[in-house]
C-alpha cells in the first residue's frame, strides 16, 4: 500500500507564507502527475494545484499568482510554496499522485491561517 507523507503545515498569520513537501515513496515517482487539494471544515475537497510529469502546472483561481507547486523527480517530491496566505486558505492540505487509474493520497496536513 503506497502511502504518500505530506509534511510543512502549522499556523500563520494572514499574510505569511509557508511551504508544504510531499514524500512519495514506492512508486515510479517520474511518471506519476502530482498535485494538491484542500478540504476546509463542512466543505467538498477542492483542487489546489497540479503538476504533469513534462512540469506544465495548473491551479485553482483562487491560489493564482500566491501559489507555487513543483516537483523533483530525484527526490520523489512535490511542494507547495504558499505566499500571501488568506483566512479562507486555511484548510487540510492533501497530497496526490496519479497515473492512469492509479492514485494515491497523503493523509493530510492542517494550515490555519490567523486574520
Known amino acids: 500500500q503506497v502511502q504518500l507523507v505530506e509534511s510543512g503545515g502549522g499556523l500563520v498569520q494572514a499574510g505569511g507564507s509557508l511551504r508544504l513537501s510531499c514524500l512519495a515513496p514506492?512508486?515510479?515517482?517520474?511518471?506519476?502527475?502530482m498535485g494538491w487539494y484542500r478540504q476546509a471544515p463542512g466543505k467538498q475537497r477542492e483542487l489546489v494545484a497540479t503538476?504533469?510529469?513534462?512540469?506544465?502546472?495548473n491551479y485553482a483561481d483562487s491560489v493564482k499568482g500566491r501559489f507555487t507547486v513543483s516537483r523533483d523527480n530525484a527526490k520523489n517530491t512535490v511542494s507547495l510554496q504558499m505566499n500571501s496566505l488568506k483566512p479562507e486558505d486555511t484548510a487540510v492540505y492533501y497530497c496526490?499522485?496519479?497515473?492512469?487509474?492509479?492514485?494515491?493520497w497523503g493523509q493530510g496536513t492542517q494550515v490555519t491561517v490567523s486574520s
Open positions: 496526490i499522485a496519479f497515473y492512469k487509474t492509479n492514485n494515491y
Open positions: 503538476v504533469s510529469t513534462s512540469g506544465d502546472t
Open positions: 514506492g512508486i515510479i515517482f517520474r511518471i506519476y502527475a
